[in-house]
């Protein structure tokens, strides 16, 4: 049986040695061939074989280990839903609003909490801080302070218990976390103080020593505070998942042929009715023809988009959302795909044309066939993706991992010989005991735990406004690194389509018009040569017929009457126009013929130089002109290689095309190296020998170095499977509304090729800022730690009060989730090449 996917949430998760933890028990579970907990996203991915295990054993994995699990979806290895596509539709329509209200709700508690800690705090801090600042403090609060502040202090943990319990859970599995080391160090405070208080009654007369409610409790408030804006800034982090999901419309206009149409009553209304193709064409009965006794009918209904069929005609009006994916049947408008592609300008819609759920249908009126519903729309399809790349980890975050599954046992640990060490100096057991508490509190793993998902999440949600689907945090990783660039021709740097170039008449080639308009007055003009040609043509299914008539009807030409037409399979055809015989092909064609070709022979060269094909056309056994074909340049082409070139990104070109129509376009945008003649199995080969810098002068003639190169490979993602799958980085091109290519960890949704540098750019920049957090977060508890430890005080005397260190920690969290927020201005031509 085939491997499962799901997706559970899980809430309950205080640091990343939550989600570590999780994580290693899921891994060690029976039947769970991988499991990736993202503590950011507060998801964990898991693969599992059904025959070994089911998503409740997996649930109680999750619940064992101290947390809540939630399935939030559930999807087969081939990406087919587990329960049937009614499930998928549900898991689109109700889990995307749930998870966001699970999310609220949490804020809200988290925000709950830290006010009943601080209105209850309050009190505490004017009796401990009151008399410092010149405060009256009243006599019932000097009586009575002691069992006040145990009171309010006992209110604040109570608050706060969720903490305790879950710290307490983790030290009884010897899998300590982050509550934890709250846990500890305010517990420690409190039992303290709660024994010193105690002792004080039971012997009154004693002096009573230095009491640390007030550190527990504002350990508890900060620490509350912290994890509230933590909750904040990190649903901010998912901004980007959130706007694709609420782009959907909730409902869509569908006609229903009406099952009991009228009969026709008269000859002026059977006119009216549709010939068989057109109500076929929109889905209604073919029975109905044009000598039908009755009239189609169809009806408008408003309906939820999760009930909409493959078929089901849509109507859509003037701004109005498009609900689903589908081919235009009728009308002609323009559609705002921005929010999809990240295309600013608007894009013409007719009829056959492919339109894009989600999109903002501007101008006229469209009716389309439904054609992708559910999680087959490109929207949804967008959505897991992101989705799958926000939940992946990077290899860089392995460390931090690493780090963090050892984190929370060192520091206790430290703390411990911290307060030991004091001990023995001599300084008191109040004093070591600060120490103690201050180290416990100053700790974060939070914030290794936030620093690489916080800026994925940023990162994909980015590349993704641009219209580009990047699948993984590995991919993110990996094309920042690339120095090497590597462009299949056909349909990628080119339109992947045979245009007309060149119409050359043999006057312009022999400049001597008289010589052969006394044969022929037929062709004193291109508009001719392309008439008489597009003509003949017109009759043959060949890609370089179909350019000649494709360009014919470009110019309005009327087509003359062509008869006798016949195919010369590998030569050309032929065929009589006005009489005249036409001979349209090669230089075999017409040396069959007995034409000579010696005249055009130079010109021919020179366009084949070019990376032309050249057809010959010939009016009664003379030659009248040739016309060059060639594949043409898509439009940002030449901007994007010059762009890669000034980044210092070596570019090539890889090609089955024979070599000079491969230096013809490797000429027109600057690529100095290229590989042609080169089969689609191959193509792999070759980018095997760049990555190892082993790409001998013999095997292509210009390449001999040692050095190893990262190689991306940009191609269509059909005949370049093997290429894209061998090279470091894969960027396949989507093609139409397919955007789930494959072989490409990359997609490109617009077919524009400036999207590579988008993309290596955003990488980029995703890993300075992964960068940039790992370093705050381990420089903060590197400097941190000691300092809590009071490595300081025999030299300056500073010691770090508890209530500070809790406030540090609270915001080391902050801090790091901002410079990942800090992403969403993010400007290309602002950054430069």
């Not at 081939?78 to 329960?83: D, E, K, R, Y």
């Not at 710290?167 to 010193?196: E, Q």
């Not at 007995?594 to 010109?603: P, R």
């Not at 509304?737 to 980029?764: N, P, Q, Y």
Request: glycine content about 8%; overall charge neutral.
């Amino acid at each position: 049986m085939n491997n499962k996917k799901t997706i559970i949430n899980i809430s309950g998760m205080h640091c990343n040695s939550c989600a570590v933890n999780i994580e290693y028990d899921l891994r060690k579970t029976k039947g769970v061939k991988s499991a990736n907990v993202n503590y950011a996203t507060e998801k964990a991915h898991i693969e599992y074989d059904p025959q070994g295990t089911n998503i409740e054993q997996i649930k109680k994995v999750v619940h064992k280990a101290g947390y809540k699990a939630m399935e939030a979806d559930a999807m087969s290895a081939q990406g087919g839903s587990a329960s049937g596509g009614e499930d998928m539709d549900k898991h689109e329509h109700e889990i995307f609003p749930q998870n966001k209200k699970m999310e609220h709700h949490e804020i809200h508690i988290l925000r709950n909490r830290f006010l009943i800690s601080l209105i209850f705090a309050l009190p505490i801090i004017y009796m401990v801080m009151g008399e410092m600042i010149g405060l009256p403090i009243p006599e019932l609060l000097e009586k009575f302070g002691t069992i006040m502040q145990l009171i309010l202090a006992t209110i604040v943990i109570a608050a706060s218990f969720p903490i305790w319990t879950s710290g307490f859970k983790g030290l009884l599995r010897l899998r300590p976390n982050m509550d934890s080391l709250i846990f500890v160090g305010t517990a420690a405070a409190y039992f303290y103080s709660l024994a010193i208080t105690i002792s004080s009654w039971l012997n009154p007369t004693s002096m009573m020593p230095k009491l640390y409610f007030e550190s527990a409790v504002f350990i508890l408030v900060f620490i509350s505070l912290g994890k509230y804006l933590e909750a904040t800034t990190k649903g901010k982090t998912s901004e980007a998942i959130k706007k694709l999901m609420g782009l959907a419309p909730k409902t869509a206009t569908v006609l229903r042929e009406i099952q009991n149409p009228k009969p026709v009553s008269s000859e002026a209304e059977r006119s009216q009715i549709p010939k068989n193709n057109q109500i076929s064409a929109i889905g209604g009965s073919a029975s109905g023809g044009q000598n039908s006794k009755f009239k189609n009918e169809y009806e408008e209904i408003e309906m939820p988009i999760s009930e909409v069929e493959v078929g089901d005609i849509v109507l859509v009006k003037p701004g109005e959302k498009i609900p689903v994916d589908g081919q235009v049947i009728e009308g002609y408008s323009s559609v705002d795909e921005k929010a999809i592609t990240g295309e600013s300008i608007p894009v013409e819609k007719k009829v056959e044309d492919e339109v894009i759920g989600a999109t903002i249908n501007k101008t006229g009126v469209l009716k389309f066939k439904a054609t992708k519903i559910g999680k087959d729309t490109m929207l949804a399809q967008i959505i897991k993706i992101v989705e799958d790349a926000m939940g992946s980890k990077a290899p860089i975050q392995l460390l931090a991992d690493k780090v963090s599954l050892y984190f929370v046992p060192t520091v206790i640990v430290l703390a411990a010989l911290a307060f030991i060490i004091w001990l023995i100096v001599g300084l008191g057991f109040a004093f070591a005991l600060t120490i103690f508490v201050a180290v416990l509190i100053i700790a974060c793993p939070c914030a290794l735990g936030l620093a690489t998902p916080t800026a994925v999440m940023m990162g994909s949600g980015l590349a993704a406004k641009h219209g580009i689907l990047i699948k993984s945090a590995d991919a993110l990783e990996k094309a920042q690194k690339i120095n090497e660039v590597i462009f299949d021709k056909t349909g990628t740097l080119t339109k992947g389509e045979p245009a007309v170039i060149d119409i050359v008449s043999m006057t312009e080639i022999l400049n001597s018009k008289s010589e052969i308009l006394n044969k022929s007055k037929i062709i004193n003009s291109k508009f001719q040569i392309l008439q008489i040609a597009a003509s003949v043509e017109k009759n043959s299914e060949h890609p370089l017929a179909q350019a000649v008539v494709k360009k014919a009807k470009e110019k309005s030409i009327e087509f003359l009457n062509a008869r006798d037409f016949e195919a010369l399979p590998g030569k050309g055809v032929k065929a009589m126009v006005n009489e005249s015989n036409i001979l349209l092909g090669t230089r075999k064609l017409m040396s069959d013929n007995g034409i000579k070709t010696s005249k055009i022979e130079e010109k021919i060269r020179e366009l084949e130089h070019q990376g032309k094909t050249t057809i010959i056309l010939s009016i009664d056994q003379e030659i009248a002109g040739l016309i060059s074909i060639a594949d043409t340049l898509k439009e940002h082409s030449k901007e994007a290689v010059d762009t890669l070139h000034k980044m210092g990104i070596k570019v090539a070109i890889i090609s089955g095309d024979n070599q000079r129509v491969a230096d013809a376009i490797a000429k027109k945008l600057g690529i100095d190296e290229v590989y042609a003649e080169v089969l689609p199995a191959d193509k792999a080969k070759i980018i095997k020998k760049i990555q190892s810098g082993k790409f001998r002068i013999s095997d292509f003639g210009f390449r001999n170095s040692t050095t190893r190169r990262v190689v991306a490979m940009v191609g269509d993602g059909i005949n370049d499977a093997p290429a894209l799958a061998q090279a470091d980085l894969g960027i396949a091109l989507g093609s139409g509304t397919d955007v789930a290519v494959e072989t490409g960890e990359i997609v490109l949704i617009k077919d524009d090729l400036r999207d590579v540098i988008i993309a290596i750019d955003v990488s980029k920049f995703t890993l300075r800022k992964i960068k940039q957090n790992l370093f705050w977060a381990f420089i903060y508890n590197i400097i941190g730690i000691p300092l809590a430890a009071g490595v300081l005080y025999p030299f300056i005397g500073l010691l770090l009060n508890p209530s500070i260190a809790a406030l540090a920690m609270a915001f080391s969290s902050v801090s790091v989730v901002l410079n990942s927020l800090s992403m969403k201005f993010y400007n290309r031509n602002e950054r430069g090449n």
